[in-house]
């Protein structure tokens, strides 16, 4: 079994910045894909950023592309999100999730087997 436990969260103006962490136990990190989805209220959990566990490729959506990068240590089982510039639509609970799979988009909430339980970001105007 996996855990996954998220941290970094918090109440942010917006321009500002946030490092968000990831720690993995159960299995080594580097099992897996990892990736980060986001939830605003009254929305649907959306696919934000996500590492390969291969060659550390990675693959961002276009709303965040520039401002948001993923990251992974794999001697602290950890995997991180530094958010730059931070909007106001970047609001919600961010969720971290691994997945095993050898196929699929890696973009959709179904294709990963483990979550975390999220961290709240708030970002004001």
């Known amino acids: 079994q996996v855990q996954l436990v998220e941290s970094g969260g918090g109440l942010v103006q917006a321009g500002g910045s946030l490092r968000l962490s990831c720690a993995v136990s159960?299995?080594?990190?580097?099992?897996?894909?990892l990736g980060w989805f986001r939830q605003a209220p009254g929305k649907e959990r959306e696919f934000v950023v996500l590492?390969?566990?291969?060659?550390?490729?990675?693959m961002t959506v276009a709303s965040v592309k520039g401002r948001f990068t993923i990251s992974r240590d794999n001697a602290k089982n950890t995997v991180y999100l530094q958010m730059n510039s931070l909007k106001p639509e970047d609001t919600g609970v961010y969720y971290c999730?691994?997945?095993?799979?050898?196929?699929?988009?890696?973009?959709?909430?179904?294709?990963?087997?483990?979550w975390g339980q999220g961290t709240q970001v708030t970002v004001s105007s």
């Open positions: 590492i390969f566990r291969e060659a550390n490729n990675t």
């Open positions: 999730a691994a997945s095993g799979r050898t196929s699929g988009t890696l973009q959709v909430a179904d294709e990963f087997e483990y």
């Open positions: 159960g299995r080594t990190a580097s099992s897996y894909h």
